[in-house]
Nanobody, 128 residues
Framework: QVQMVESGGGLVQAGGSLRLSCAASGRTFSSYAMGWFRQAPGKEREFVAAISVRGTDTYYADSVKGRFTISRDNAKNTAYLQMNSLTYEDTAVYYC?????????????????????WGQGTQVTVSS
């Protein structure tokens, strides 16, 4: 099973940018759709973005559409989340997750229960 480690979180001012990385172990990274989720204090974990195994299909939560971009580099076993125009409401722990694609190249789920493995999370704090 794939294992992931997130990095790139930190403290940023409102309007700033961050790029999160999710480094995966194992040789089967290209068999997994990847997703980013976030959880703010006192709130449930919510979907942010997802990308299919070949990167051809991407999905975003309405709250981040136009500001965040998900991408992946299968040669580097890494997924990314570029976050621009950050606001205070983006403050949360961000998690990457992997979902076995099951033979469907366009598969990029938005539900947490579709994901098989999770990283430990990285904190993003946006100061207003």
């Amino acid at each position: 099973q794939v294992q992931m480690v997130e990095s790139g979180g930190g403290l940023v001012q409102a309007g700033g940018s961050l790029r999160l990385s999710c480094a995966a172990s194992g040789r089967t990274f290209s068999s997994y759709a990847m997703g980013w989720f976030r959880q703010a204090p006192g709130k449930e974990r919510e979907f942010v973005a997802a990308i299919s195994v070949r990167g051809t299909d991407t999905y975003y939560a309405d709250s981040v559409k136009g500001r965040f971009t998900i991408s992946r580099d299968n040669a580097k076993n890494t997924a990314y989340l570029q976050m621009n125009s950050l606001t205070y409401e983006d403050t949360a722990v961000y998690y990457c997750a992997a979902a076995s694609y099951g033979g469907y190249y366009t598969y990029a789920p938005t539900d947490t229960d579709k994901y098989d493995a999770w990283g430990q999370g990285t904190q993003v704090t946006v100061s207003s």
